[in-house]
């Protein structure tokens, strides 16, 4: 692993995935159980940000900060890429400090989601 270093996931978030993750989550707001008037069943948000959170789990990164901002809804079968740069690095004799940022990008190449994080990965 090098700064530098881009690591992408892309995901496809269904209407089935978005109402289990309300279940599961609790957050079952109208517009996670309801279709808008466009038909389109928004996803939540920390739904959304467990696209960068599965690419830290790969790393086995363990997060101590983590910023999440939400820029554009997603809706099921939209189809999202999630794009992780490692920002800084720092090995000490039993873990490295790894810095991150990412952006998340539906299909028309609007950006959805960024932030940022930090934390360790242990050797």
């Known amino acids: 692993m090098n700064v530098g270093d881009v690591i992408t996931w892309k995901r496809i978030f269904t209407e089935d995935d978005i109402r289990q993750f309300g279940r599961f989550s609790g957050d079952e707001g109208i517009h996670h159980i309801q279709t808008d008037d466009q038909g389109r069943l928004m996803a939540q948000?920390?739904?959304?940000a467990t696209l960068p959170t599965k690419i830290g789990?790969?790393?086995?990164?363990i997060a101590w900060d983590m910023t999440f901002t939400f820029l554009r809804p997603v809706f099921a079968n939209d189809a999202i890429e999630c794009r992780v740069t490692i920002t800084a690095l720092h090995e000490t004799q039993d873990l490295m400090h790894v810095s991150s940022k990412w952006t998340c990008l539906n299909e028309r190449c609007k950006e959805v989601m960024n932030g940022?994080?930090?934390?360790f990965i242990r050797r």
Do not use: E, K, R
């Not at 948000?45 to 959304?48: A, C, E, R, Y």
């Not at 789990?57 to 990164?61: H, I, V, Y």
């Open 116 to 119: 940022h994080a930090v934390g």
């Open 57 to 61: 789990g790969d790393l086995n990164f």
């Open 45 to 48: 948000g920390l739904l959304t």
